[in-house]
């Protein structure tokens, strides 16, 4: 009997031995060459992001939205802001007037403290009013309509530059690739429109003449009395002032309709959609372009984290929205605090703070004091730069 229970104590030792034994080590202490710990933070920064997710331009929103949660996460996996973490609040302004108005109140109710965004430029002018009477510091990431500038009561700051940047871009490039008569077409929004008259005096300014000017609906599905009026005006090149999925259909018809000269359009149709809407008709059409990451030599590390969470490449305003979630977060940090008057001051004081689209000093006004426009060329369907 006492032989059968020491045996069976020892089956029991040899099974609590075996159990422990596979059993998993003990989390490392901190410091002790084990996986970082997550940062402990002191609570939060609510920040607001404004941007298109459901209409004709929700790619780009949604693309923007991407790129800011990119930087955020860079950020709080740092230490975040102060302290605290960066949390956001998605307002969806569908590129319209009304929903933008909608989505800026809904922001100031949920009490941000700044808000990033801001894609069509006709949309984002109503929410300037409500985010200056908020006292919300507002960092505009693509719009860049001149009447932006006159509209602002001092809290919006735009890292796109604005249009006359653009005008004085385009007229430049047409007088390179040597067109004297242009013709320009726009759809009359707040971006289009302001580009269109923007880069006429400029172009006039310079002692050339304008074949044609013309304003076309947003949603225009056949262009051809427009490529007569274009063929007989005996333009030598086009400027197409407003967004990707029209612009593709005029440039087809354009070229299927014998138009042989220069094609370019703004950066509201610097998307690659463009050419594979175009399809052959694409080939060799120009874009005065905002910043786009790929071809920014900064921006390697940027694309790939996109490459990795979301499995596509960054649109061509993701790049300033990514810049615009870290210019936020050195002001915060400058200011020491995140009261709004102390956040719009450090903002206004920005002095070449470094981003992956160049350096941001703002003027007066609060847009940058240089252009950051670059020009790329359609080939083989997809975006080239030009020298």
Request: aromatic share 8%; hydrophobic share 40%; with cysteine.
């Amino acid at each position: 009997m006492k032989k059968r229970l020491w045996i069976l104590t020892l089956v029991l030792l040899l099974i609590v031995s075996g159990v422990l034994g596979c059993s998993k080590p003990a989390a490392p202490a901190p410091g002790g060459g084990g996986q970082s710990e997550a940062p402990k933070f002191d609570g939060e920064i609510l920040v607001g992001i404004m941007v298109p997710v459901t209409g004709s331009e929700a790619t780009y929103g949604k693309d923007m939205e991407n790129a800011i949660k990119i930087a955020a996460d860079e950020i709080n996996a740092a230490g975040g802001v102060l302290g605290k973490e960066l949390k956001f609040s998605l307002g969806d302004d569908g590129c319209d007037p009304q929903m933008c108005t909608a989505a800026a109140s809904k922001l100031v109710s949920a009490e941000v403290k700044a808000v990033i965004g801001g894609y069509c430029s006709g949309a984002t002018i109503p929410a300037l009013k409500i985010y200056g009477d908020a006292k919300v510091p507002f960092i505009i990431t693509a719009a860049n309509s001149t009447q932006l500038i006159d509209e602002n009561p001092g809290w919006a700051f735009m890292i796109n530059s604005p249009g006359y940047h653009q005008a004085d871009a385009a007229s430049a490039l047409f007088e390179k690739l040597g067109v004297n008569k242009l013709a320009f077409v726009h759809q009359g929004d707040g971006f289009s429109e302001n580009l269109a008259e923007l880069t006429r005096e400029e172009w006039k300014k310079r002692g050339h003449d304008v074949a044609a000017y013309d304003v076309v609906n947003k949603g225009e599905q056949d262009f051809s009395s427009l490529v007569t009026k274009i063929r007989s005006s005996g333009a030598e090149g086009v400027y197409w002032t407003a967004y990707h999925a029209d612009g593709a259909l005029l440039i087809k018809q354009l070229r299927q309709g014998g138009y042989t000269g220069e094609i370019t359009v703004a950066d509201g149709s610097s998307s690659v959609q463009l050419l594979e809407i175009a399809g052959s008709a694409g080939e060799g059409v120009y874009c005065t372009s905002p910043p786009v990451v790929d071809f920014l030599p900064a921006a390697k590390q940027f694309i790939s984290a996109y490459n990795g969470k979301y499995k596509q490449e960054p649109g061509p305003y993701a790049g300033l929205a990514y810049d615009g979630t870290y210019l936020l977060a050195d002001a915060i940090k400058r200011a020491g605090s995140t009261d709004p008057d102390a956040i719009r001051e450090a903002l206004i004081k920005t002095d070449n703070f470094e981003t992956l689209s160049g350096v941001v000093t703002f003027t007066p006004k609060n847009v940058l004091e240089e252009s950051n426009f670059i020009t790329i060329r359609g080939e083989g369907g997809k975006w080239v730069l030009v020298d």
